[in-house]
């Protein structure tokens, strides 16, 4: 009971807080340059058999994820450059592409978008073909915010507005999708387990988009 009434008084707080913030989304573009595109093309193919003519993705999934530390700056700097660092073995050895998001958002609340949605990029294994990532500034030692619980709903809902979206889970959760026909990783032994954004931050950023009628599994 007390979880209950916590959880209304955060629905009621980040509903009123949305409803007075103006909703903007800041452009900051990472670069989506040739050699970023063609490993693009690499990857549909290698890892979805999918073979088009542009790096772009049909969105029916959005997954909300946390950086694990940094900064905007920082974590923009990382996902700018187009190929992995060396140290992550694992994911290196699938692709040089390195990882990113469509989109940041800050401690504050504020939306960033690198990409526009409907660009490929690398954040769900599995499921990067159709899914939109939205990454947070934050870690389990630094949990993430209210403002960013209230800016994650508000950029669902824009995006479900513009896409055919039925799914929305967190990065943690993916892994629910592996026997269902939206998996369409090549490689068996390709997943990592991963525990962002966290249950409490799912739960709460749930309750604000229940309306939607969102579907956290296939």
């Keep these: 009971m007390k979880n209950l009434f916590y959880a209304l008084f955060v629905l009621i707080t980040c509903f ?5 913030s103006e909703f903007k989304i800041i452009n900051k573009p990472i670069d989506y340059s040739a050699e970023r595109t063609r490993l693009s093309f690499e990857y549909l193919k290698d890892h979805y058999q999918i073979v088009q003519k542009s790096p772009t993705i049909s969105p029916k999934i959005i997954v909300l994820h946390y950086t694990a530390g940094g900064t905007v700056e920082t ?18 050895k699938q692709s040089t592409l390195n990882v990113s998001s469509q989109f940041i958002v800050d401690r504050d609340g504020t939306i960033y978008q690198l990409m526009e949605p409907n660009m490929f990029a690398r954040h769900t294994i599995g499921l990067n073909y159709c899914a939109i990532g939205i990454e947070n500034i934050g870690s389990k030692q630094q949990p993430l915010t209210e403002k960013q619980i209230a800016s994650n709903a508000q950029l669902i809902r824009f995006l479900t507005k513009k896409y055919n979206i039925e799914y929305l889970i967190g990065h943690s959760e993916y892994g629910i999708f592996r026997n269902s026909k939206l ?36």
Excluded: I
């Excluded at 009123?16 to 007075?20: D, H, L, P």
């Excluded at 974590?75 to 290196?92: D, I």
């Excluded at 068996?188 to 409490?200: A, L, Q, S, V, W």
């Design 75 to 92: 974590n923009y700097k990382y996902f700018n450059k187009t190929h992995l660092e060396s140290a992550r073995n694992v994911l290196k």
């Design 16 to 20: 009123t807080n949305a409803q007075t």
């Design 183 to 218: 998996w369409k990783e090549t490689d068996p032994n390709y997943f990592t387990t991963k525990e962002d954004p966290g249950k409490d931050f799912m739960t709460k950023v749930r309750l604000l988009v229940t309306d939607l009628h969102l579907k956290d599994r296939p």
